[in-house]
């Protein structure tokens, strides 16, 4: 049995909070032989929002609220940037990151989502991160296999995206040190905005032997509830309204189409 943090990325959308958490925790972790913890990171949240989201936080299943109030020593950048690597922690073996805009949707009621994660890493000692995001077609730059598949249905890719990641924080830490991940600086200037934590995780993730897992087969769809504000752009509207259109229609498609 494997001990796996969850953390969920949070800033100011609380009403798509109030759909996309509940039913991430429940698909990730109902049902699993796992010990797990579930962490909400408010990042840059205002006070009124943090403490609107108190009173919630038993009916999310969230077992601890970090908030962090203030830009002093933020990560610059893209706002992920900051989430990513200031929450990062390595005393856990496992941490699955998602965030508030995830869409996360199990097609099979029994299936183990920390206990398959947890396979790929023990039968392959070169995977470093396990990623599972569908909707890759609309990302800035496209989803390349590197190599033959890891094992069967499982495929050696090119990129991680944080919709959902899970990383062994063994393998994963010692190189991204080296790599800068926790020095500002590295996110500083230009570079935060076209080399960002994504980048840094896959180029980690994908040097010398190292490998990101991407599983094809597995009952489990993750979407990002939003749109690109053009085709191939690295962002998205922002807009919760829009996020919520369609978080309504990928629940009411079970995770295939977020357009109406």
């Known amino acids: 049995m494997a001990f796996f943090t969850l ?7 609380e009403r798509l909070l109030d759909q996309t958490l509940p039913l991430a925790i429940r698909s990730l972790t109902q ?13 840059r949240s205002t006070d009124e929002a943090v403490a609107r989201l108190l009173p919630k936080l038993d009916e999310y299943g969230v077992d601890e609220l970090r908030f962090r109030r203030t830009d002093r020593h933020a990560f610059p950048g893209l706002g992920s940037n900051n989430f990513h690597a200031t929450q990062f922690t390595a005393h856990r073996p496992y941490l699955v990151v998602f965030t508030d805009d995830s869409f996360i949707w199990k097609t099979d009621p029994t299936f183990d989502v920390l206990d398959a994660m947890l396979g790929i890493f023990e039968r392959h000692s070169e995977v470093t991160i ?30 991680a995206i944080d919709q959902l990641m899970a990383y062994d924080t063994q393998r994963f830490e010692p190189v991204a040190r080296q790599f800068g991940a926790w020095e500002r600086q590295t996110f500083s200037g230009d570079m935060g905005l076209s080399y960002h934590w994504e980048h840094l995780a896959s180029q980690v993730a994908r040097t010398n032997g190292r490998k990101i897992a991407r599983p094809e087969h597995w009952p489990l769809r993750v979407r990002h509830c939003d749109l690109r504000l053009d085709p191939g752009s690295l962002h998205g509207t922002q807009d919760e ?15 295939l189409n977020k357009q109406s």
């Open 130 to 159: 396990v990623n599972k995001v569908d909707d890759h077609e609309e990302w800035d730059a496209p989803l390349v296999d590197l190599g033959p598949e890891i094992e069967p249905g499982v495929r050696s890719v090119n990129r």
């Open 241 to 255: 309204d829009v996020k919520l259109k369609c978080f309504a229609n990928l629940l009411r498609s079970e995770g």
């Open 31 to 43: 049902p699993t032989r796992h010990e797990y913890e579930v962490i909400l990171v408010a990042d």
């Open 7 to 13: 953390a969920c990325a949070f800033h100011d959308t």
